[in-house]
């Protein structure tokens, strides 16, 4: 059986791990000209914090977002199991509660377990809540070692812009597109996201931190050399070539709410992309003839990059189970 395979991302990526740890012959194409160039997966936060998202999130995401994270450990060096804390500034006390009603796994921390824990928030923060058994990764780097780990089974990323399901001369063909599928599957929909990529040599965090807000989530995730991801704004259009001065302006002013240090900080980088979504915000399957499209990953896109690319082997290996798949309604 050969598999080919569109999308570079972090589904088509995980995808074509499952399917070759399986022993499927794969083959990957990517519409870019380098890794990350055009997919969101590039600008991902990399939280694996399955829990922190039940508090927003349906059931399947927690239940496989777990499933995930021991995924991620055996397929990448760089996780740390650090678990998340959340915080909130006092004005949004009453907030924070109702995230920890809403979320399980979890523990208050007092003033002083967060300085222990977070020795540079020291004093900052009264109260919050602690997920132990979440981690986070470096996206970008994750991306890499995939790709990576593919290579020394002979499977490299083909770069062709003009590649089309049509060209794939193999048994199945799996899209993984993203919101560049949305011409196929017209029920996707595109919600933007913004992030900015920080430097400080100021402050050090070792876990990733959710600080609350009464419209959106806002983290910052460390990684190495005095890089912090910021992110991220959740907006329901498809727009992916700007941020806007309020999204600057807010993302900013939460980041300098945790830590003023952060109001010195370098913005090395501003990311803004288009998540593909479904209705109701959960990953799907569709098939048309012998293409498996898997879509809909939002912002979800490495917490449940592992557990639909296990669906979707499952589809392609089991002609039953692909005939199960829901069919596209191609516009």
């Known amino acids: 059986m050969t598999v080919s395979i569109i999308g570079a991302g972090v589904a088509g990526l995980t995808c074509a791990c499952v399917l070759v740890d399986q022993g499927v012959s794969v083959k990957i194409y990517e519409q870019s000209d380098a890794i990350g160039s055009n997919a969101c997966s590039w600008y991902a936060g990399g939280m694996l914090a399955p829990w922190c998202e039940s508090e927003s999130s349906e059931q399947w995401v927690l239940d496989h977002g777990i499933e995930s994270i021991e995924w991620w450990d055996q397929h990448t060096s760089n996780l740390t199991k650090n678990g998340s804390l959340v915080l909130s500034m006092q004005r949004d006390k009453r907030d924070i509660q109702r995230y920890a009603t809403l979320t399980e796994n979890h523990r208050w921390l007092n003033g002083s377990e967060i ?185 979800h896109g490495f917490l449940l990059g592992p557990a639909i690319a296990k669906l979707a082997a499952q589809a392609i290996l089991d002609e039953s189970k692909f005939l199960e798949v829901k069919p596209c309604a191609l516009s």
Request: hydrophobic share 40%; charged share 25%.
């Open 115 to 299: 300085s222990e824990m977070e020795p540079d928030l020291s004093g900052r923060f009264e109260r919050g809540l602690f997920y132990a058994d979440e981690a986070h990764l470096d996206s970008r780097l994750a991306l890499q070692q995939l790709v990576g780990y593919l290579s020394s089974k002979n499977v490299d990323v083909q770069f062709d812009r003009s590649i089309t399901v049509n060209d794939c001369n193999s048994d199945y063909v799996i899209d993984c597109r993203g919101y560049g599928a949305r011409h196929d599957l017209p029920e996707l929909r595109g919600v933007k996201g913004e992030m900015l990529l920080l430097k400080s040599n100021d402050i050090s965090l070792s876990r990733a931190v959710r600080l609350v807000h009464p419209r959106y989530p806002l983290y910052i995730v460390p990684r190495a050399e005095g890089l912090f991801m910021l992110g991220a704004t959740m907006i329901e259009n498809d727009e992916r070539h700007r941020i806007s001065a309020r999204s600057m302006l807010e993302l900013l002013s939460a980041a300098y709410a945790l830590h003023p240090a952060f109001g010195e900080a370098e913005i090395l980088e501003i990311g803004v992309d288009v998540r593909p979504a479904f209705s109701n915000n959960l990953p799907q399957l569709r098939r048309n003839k012998n293409t498996l499209y898997v879509n809909g990953l939002y912002r």
